[in-house]
């Protein structure tokens, strides 16, 4: 079984100021791991991926994650916020074995940014 | 190039009905998956249809059922509606079962509310 663990439900920041959103991860294999967003309204878009290629992976919009096996944890982080961050983001782990379709998501972190 | 598309977008039932949700996939991609997503919850995944079968299916009921069009597009069927299943219906479509980057194409979803 695989799960993910996003540790903060809620997480405000100041525009310009930097972002982390953490994330823990369990899983059986070898795992593939994923962050998405999610605006208001809008359909799920993929931000980055790691599937056992480097390590640090870079997204769009600035955003990266960096795979750490001996924490278990893909946190997403981005050097300064932009107001059109704002967004609920989830971690989302697949076990490569089963099909990259079949997502298991976390419960996501809303991410506020302040003027 | 149309993305994936929904319909429809909102929808009030009430309990014991039956309720049925479209989804057409992006342009070149033959598999579907539908994810139900509660409020405040990441989401959960309900079934995935490739060359117009089910093939793989998450831990949801029997009163959950699709189908998929030679022209890929797919319906999701609920029936004898309960409360709990309010909810945002999300679809997502990818080239293959497994695809090859791991990247799932969500709609906008369609938000039932039953009462």
């Known amino acids: 079984a695989q799960s993910v663990t996003q540790l903060d439900s809620h997480v405000s920041v100041s525009e310009g100021t930097p972002v982390l959103l953490r994330c823990n991860y369990s899983?059986?294999?070898?795992?593939?791991l994923f962050w998405y967003v999610q605006h208001p309204n809008k359909g799920l878009q993929l931000l980055l991926k790691?599937?056992?290629?480097?390590?640090l992976v870079k997204g769009i919009n600035g955003f990266e994650a960096e795979f750490k096996k001996s924490e278990t944890s893909f946190h997403l982080t981005k050097p300064s916020a932009h107001m059109s961050d704002a967004a609920e983001y989830f971690c989302?782990?697949?076990?490569?074995?089963?099909?990259?379709?079949?997502?298991?998501f976390g419960k996501g972190t809303m991410l506020l940014v302040s003027p | 190039d149309a993305g994936v598309t929904q319909s429809p977008t909102h929808l009030i039932k009430t309990r014991g009905q039956q309720v049925t949700l479209r989804c057409s996939p992006k342009?070149?991609?033959?598999?579907v998956s539908w994810y139900q997503q509660a409020l405040g919850q990441g989401p959960q995944f309900i079934f995935q249809?490739?060359?117009?079968?089910?093939?793989q299916r998450g831990n949801f009921p029997d009163r959950f059922s699709g189908h998929q069009f030679p022209n890929y597009s797919s319906e999701l069927n609920v029936n004898a509606l309960l409360l709990g299943d309010s909810a945002l219906y999300l679809c997502?479509?990818?080239?293959?079962?497994?695809?090859?980057?791991?990247?799932?194409?969500f709609g906008e979803g369609s938000r039932l509310t039953v009462l």
């Open positions: 249809y490739y060359e117009e079968e089910e093939r």
């Open positions: 997502a479509s990818s080239w293959s079962p497994g695809g090859s980057t791991g990247e799932l194409f």
């Open positions: 989302v782990v697949s076990d490569p074995y089963s099909g990259y379709s079949t997502l298991t």
């Open positions: 342009s070149g991609h033959d598999t």
């Open positions: 899983s059986s294999y070898s795992p593939s």
């Open positions: 790691y599937t056992s290629a480097a390590t």
